[in-house]
């Protein structure tokens, strides 16, 4: 059974970091999509950041790019998001995402329904 943990979430000042972690319990495939994901409170579940394939390809939202970094660890199996000049807009709960076997591209990997699996979130608040 995969199972999904997040860590990290924390109250930050604005310009600050901080980074998240995601802990993929029985989860064997090595590179397919996975992908941070986050939700503010009133709108829609949104992209942030997503990786795929061997060597790792990366894809960020316009809205971080610069800031965060994705990266991922198969061997542990263990996902990444490293965030930096964080500001009030980036406040919302952040959601470790990943799945099946052999699914790959940005196109793919940019789908919320790509994904099978999810964790339970961690909450990243930035104040001003």
């Known amino acids: 059974q995969v199972r999904l943990f997040e860590s990290g979430g924390d109250s930050v000042q604005t310009g600050g970091s901080l980074r998240l972690s995601c802990v993929a319990s029985?989860?064997?495939?090595?590179?397919?999509?996975m992908a941070w994901f986050r939700q503010a409170p009133g709108k829609q579940r949104e992209l942030v950041a997503t990786?795929?394939?061997?060597?790792?390809?990366?894809n960020y939202a316009a809205s971080v790019k610069g800031r965060f970094t994705i990266s991922r660890d198969s061997s542990e199996p263990t996902m990444i998001l490293q965030m930096s000049s964080l500001a009030p807009e980036d406040t919302a709960m952040y959601y470790c995402?990943?799945?099946?076997?052999?699914?790959?591209?940005?196109?793919?990997?940019?789908?919320?329904?790509?994904?099978?699996?999810w964790g339970q979130g961690t909450q990243v608040i930035v104040s001003s």
């Open positions: 995402a990943a799945s099946g076997p052999k699914v790959y591209g940005e196109v793919t990997c940019s789908r919320p329904t790509t994904y099978d699996y």
């Open positions: 990786i795929w394939g061997t060597p790792s390809t990366a």
């Open positions: 029985g989860y064997t495939y090595k590179s397919p999509c």
